[in-house]
């Protein structure tokens, strides 16, 4: 079995804080990623109170920074993941 080479990164934000939380992700943790010569690809999901990111590396994975304690309602969770293929273009479907 090959090793993980994607993150999924999950906050849960504090009460009334999912746009601050957003904007951090925005203004701090895309920057980072984009300046990290491993990352193929990331993508950032949200729903209600939620912030999802997964991001895919070229091989291995990093764990991702930190959000602002005080824009959390609990610690971020993340789990690395080994990519098992995919489907066809949504194009195409």
């Known amino acids: 079995m090959s090793e993980a080479d994607t993150m999924m990164w999950e906050a849960r934000a504090a009460d009334g804080r999912l ?4 904007g951090w992700a925005d203004t701090e943790l895309v920057p980072w990623l984009q300046l990290r010569p491993d990352v193929t690809k990331y993508e950032l999901f949200s729903a209600a109170d939620r912030l999802v990111v997964i991001v895919r590396f070229d091989q291995g994975t990093t764990p991702l920074p930190d959000a602002p304690t005080v824009l ?8 690395p993941f080994r990519r098992h293929g995919g489907g066809p273009p949504a194009s195409s479907l």
């Open 19 to 22: 746009d601050e939380l957003l």
């Open 72 to 79: 959390l309602a609990r610690p971020a969770h993340q789990w």
